[in-house]
């Protein structure tokens, strides 16, 4: 690989990519201010068996989802990129030098990736949270409802009518006696579930770095190129092969913890079935557009993350470029990959 064809070159790239680093964390730190708001609170009916759940302690705290989902991921996209040899990209042999600099490239996209996953889930899921105020299934264990108010606090339904004292009341949350005011907010913010969408945002992402890293994908046409071949001229059908099947449960176990994340919300009354779905839903949209942002298709070019940018488009890349490395300075990109990171 060429060697850094110059300074203002490289100091272009670092500005680039440093700019993508303090767009993820001001996304983050916009999605904390949303997370601390006092959000709204829907009115419930003290009636309704869908709110009547006990409330237990979560299976999975907030920390520990965010271990998962953050720290190990993080942690092993690091170790892996660095104590493993990147895929080769051509047939001539890399210098120990040219590797090192692929490794460390290879690290910082993994992160990017996973940076602008999770900060993307996290700032939709709070400003949902703030907007919709939906009631979780254990909202009267939390609220401690004071019936003998219920005149002052209802807003609307037909037991407020001469003759209908058993009809349903619509309440607000004015109504709740439980003094811890924490707990009782919390109870308003079913919708999406937060461990669902940051737990499939981080562990999906990983999951996919995973299987592109060790090159399991199903083939397809393009797959005559990667890793899994039989060594035979010809078709797609004739010169792919099929991954090892245990590097598919590998890059699977991600995904499985993500899923018993999400499982446990349901079993500590926290959501519905509708919460988890929308949040897993939210996090996978970003878990994608993280690993597609910084790396191609899995069956393209496994464990490859794109070219570094252009230097005369490191901000811009124009209404008719595909991306924004092209040409000449795509090649020499991959001489330069370890002055962004």
């Not at 690989?1 to 300074?7: A, I, Q, T």
């Not at 520990?64 to 047939?91: D, G, T």
Request: net charge positive.
């Amino acid at each position: 690989m060429p060697n850094l064809s110059s300074r203002k070159g490289s100091a272009v790239r670092i500005l680039s990519y440093s700019l993508d680093w303090l767009l993820i964390f001001a996304i983050v730190a916009a999605g904390g201010v949303l997370y601390t708001v006092r959000g709204n609170t829907h009115a419930f009916f003290l009636s309704d068996p869908s709110l009547s759940y006990p409330l237990y302690p979560d299976t999975v705290p907030y920390q520990v989802a965010a271990v998962v989902a953050v720290v190990i991921p993080a942690v092993f996209i690091a170790a892996v990129s660095l104590l493993s040899n990147p895929p080769p990209v051509s047939s001539s042999p890399s210098s120990r030098s040219t590797t090192w600099r692929r490794k460390l490239w290879s690290w910082h996209a993994g992160w990017l990736g996973l940076g602008l996953s999770l900060a993307g889930a996290f700032f939709v899921t709070s400003a949902l949270k703030d907007v919709v105020g939906k009631p979780r299934p254990n909202l009267l264990a939390r609220c401690d409802p004071d019936v003998s108010q219920l005149s002052t606090w209802a807003v609307s339904g037909f037991g407020l009518g001469d003759g209908l004292s058993e009809a349903p009341v619509l309440v607000t949350a004015g109504i709740c006696r439980n003094s811890n005011k924490a707990v009782v907010q919390d109870g308003f913010a079913a919708f999406p579930s937060g461990h669902s969408s940051f737990a499939v945002s981080g562990l999906l992402y990983f999951s996919l770095w995973l299987c592109a890293r060790f090159g399991a994908a199903i083939p397809s046409a393009a797959a005559s190129n990667g890793w899994w071949r039989v060594g035979r001229p010809g078709s797609p059908q004739t010169t792919a092969a099929a991954p090892p099947l245990y590097l598919l449960v590998v890059g699977l176990i991600p995904v499985a913890g993500a899923a018993y994340i999400c499982a446990s919300r349901w079993a500590d009354n926290q959501h519905d079935g509708w919460d988890i779905i929308s949040g897993a839903t939210i996090g996978a949209f970003f878990a994608w557009l993280g690993y597609r942002w910084y790396h191609p298709p899995l069956q393209t070019i496994p464990g490859t993350p794109w070219s570094l940018r252009s230097k005369s488009q490191a901000f811009y890349g124009g209404p008719a470029t595909n991306g924004v490395a092209n040409g000449r300075e795509l090649r020499e990109n991959e001489g330069e990959v370890s002055e962004a990171v």
